[in-house]
């Protein structure tokens, strides 16, 4: 089956360290997103990637960094500059201008 | 700026009682206008699409509507199943599909 997959379900951080976060699709899209969700708030932009080898930054960037080496492929690495990490994350891929498609999402916490 | 209201925040049913939710958004060039579903610690599911003011589309229970600063989901007759948070999400015209998300609206259905 076609779809988007994101891996672990759950991540913990301990202070100082980075943790990246797996996204994978097989939907053949060219465009992948990346969305943070705090509970109460509407899902913002962390970075998106509309070709391989290039992506930038969306709305809430700053403590983020992604790759986009293969078109399957869009990992997002939270830094330890990002001070309040606990979120759910989203990874989302769609072709030009269509609907998204999600995946299940990461909770990260902080230890 | 660009703005994306849901109301109400939650809202609680009895099984077969029908009702909408209502999304106001402010955006500067409508491209479209998204529906999705979310169920807690999973990823949002599409519904709908909405491009013109005037539109609307059905799925078995649900329908979405859409004017010119509003969208509204209606809801009828709802079954226990259709608990869950929908998210409303105006996307901009522009180079890349820039969905604004809103909070959501938290529907409970009960027997």
């Known amino acids: 089956d076609g779809g988007i997959t994101q891996s672990p379900k759950y991540l913990f951080r301990k202070e100082g360290q980075n943790v990246t976060l797996s996204c994978e699709q097989n939907?053949?899209?060219?465009?992948m997103y990346w969305y943070r969700q705090d509970p109460g708030q509407g899902l913002r932009l962390i970075y998106y990637?509309?070709?391989?080898?290039?992506?930038q930054k969306g709305d809430i960037a700053e403590g983020y960094s992604v790759s986009r080496e293969k078109k399957e492929s869009f990992p997002l690495t939270v830094t330890s500059a990002q001070k309040n990490p606990t979120a759910f994350y989203l990874c989302?891929?769609?072709?030009?201008?269509?609907?998204?498609?999600f995946g299940s999402g990461t909770q990260l916490s902080v230890l | 700026e660009d703005q994306v209201t849901q109301s109400p925040e939650a809202l609680r049913l009895q099984e077969g009682e029908s009702s909408s939710l209502n999304c106001s958004y402010t955006?500067?060039?409508?491209?479209?206008l998204f529906w999705y579903r979310q169920d807690p610690g999973k990823g949002p599911e599409f519904l709908f699409t909405?491009?013109?003011a005037g539109e609307e589309k059905e799925k078995e229970r649900l329908k979405a509507t859409l004017t010119k600063k509003e969208s509204f989901l209606h809801i009828t007759a709802p079954k226990p199943e259709d608990s869950a948070t929908y998210l409303c999400a105006p996307s901009e015209s522009g180079g890349y599909n820039k969905l604004i998300f809103g909070a959501g609206t938290r529907l409970a259905v009960h027997p």
């Open positions: 939907l053949n899209h060219d465009a």
């Open positions: 909405l491009y013109s």
């Open positions: 955006v500067s060039g409508l491209r479209g």
């Open positions: 989302a891929s769609a072709e030009r201008g269509e609907k998204l498609f």
């Open positions: 990637s509309q070709i391989v080898n290039d992506f």
